[in-house]
């Protein structure tokens, strides 16, 4: 599972489209206040990261993820 976050809708569904090439479950986030929620919902063994957000600055999200107990061991790119 990879989680996606991306508020360009047309480069998220490219990354979707690549995880479903290589055989990879996926779900997209297009705002950074569903990032927590999905990734302690569908523990994802991987999320993409855009640190340019609409709703929050990426790194403020990518602070949040490795502060989590239930999320900091996931890899963010």
């Not at 996606?4 to 047309?10: K, L, Q, S």
């Not at 490795?66 to 790119?77: D, F, M, Q």
């Amino acid at each position: 599972m990879l989680l996606i976050v991306e508020d360009d809708v047309t480069f998220a569904q490219i990354l979707l489209d690549m995880a479903h090439d290589r055989g990879l479950k996926a779900v997209v986030a297009l705002q950074g206040a569903s990032v927590l929620p999905l990734a302690k919902e569908f523990k994802p063994g991987a999320i993409t990261l855009d640190i340019s957000l609409p709703d929050t600055a990426g790194w403020t999200l990518l602070d949040r993820l490795k502060h989590n107990s239930e999320t900091r061991h996931i890899p963010v790119t």
